[in-house]
């Protein structure tokens, strides 16, 4: 249990950089949940608003397409 938080603070930030956005964000909780350090608070919010742009991208092409 011993500095857990660290593996997954790299394991997310290994799947952030393949952007694999859902299981960084995932993963990032899970660091935060063993420790909170402000590094890995700073990259959920970061991998959060990427998640929330794109859906919110999604949704607008979406609605264009329906609205044809």
Do not use: G, W
Not at 16 to 44: C, F, G, I, M, W
Not at 48 to 67: A, Y
Request: positive net charge; charged residues 25%; glycine residues 0%.
């Amino acid at each position: 249990m011993f500095f857990t938080f660290r593996a997954y603070s790299r394991m997310a930030l290994a799947y952030h950089k393949l952007n694999d956005l859902q299981n960084a964000r995932v993963y990032y909780l899970k660091s935060l949940a063993e420790h909170r350090t402000p590094e890995t608070k700073a990259k959920l919010s970061e991998v959060t608003n990427f998640i929330c742009m794109f859906q919110v991208e999604q949704f607008e092409i979406d609605f264009q397409f329906l609205s044809k």
